[in-house]
């Protein structure tokens, strides 16, 4: 069963660190984009950061000079999340795309999604 299997998230304080790793399990092409996506409760889910197998990346406006997106491998990606604010406190889903490989910030485009880790950033 083809899956998304997600890592890390918790509880930080304003202004620290988190990582969040996802591996894509038993997929067929494990050279399209992968991102990050997030959702808060009231909001509609948004683009957090993509990258694309070569390594060809995209950022939502918020996050921009405080995340960073890597790929390890063709089918692990991970988001390191540096000075944390109140607002970044979301579900974060990893997503895939069954084959495209270019990184785009639009949810609609990719088929494949994670359970979701909970970030919370109190102040």
């Known amino acids: 069963q083809p899956r998304l299997v997600e890592s890390g998230g918790g509880l930080v304080r304003a202004g ?3 990582r969040l790793s996802c591996t894509a399990v038993g997929y067929t092409f ?3 984009a992968m991102g990050w996506f997030r959702q808060a409760p009231g909001k509609e889910r948004e683009c957090v950061a993509a990258i694309s197998w070569g390594g060809d990346v995209v950022y939502g406006d918020s996050v921009k000079g ?3 997106i ?3 491998t063709s089918n ?6 540096n000075s944390l604010a109140p607002d970044d406190t979301a579900m974060y889903y990893c997503a895939k795309k ?3 490989s270019a990184p ?4 609609r485009d990719y088929e494949y999604w994670g359970q ?3 970030v919370t950033v109190s102040s």
């Open 16 to 18: 620290g660190s988190l």
């Open 30 to 32: 494990d050279t399209s």
């Open 66 to 68: 405080r995340f960073s």
């Open 70 to 72: 890597s790929r390890d």
């Open 76 to 81: 692990t990606i991970d988001l390191q999340m």
């Open 98 to 100: 069954h084959f495209a």
């Open 104 to 107: 785009t910030p639009r949810a």
């Open 116 to 118: 979701g880790a909970q």
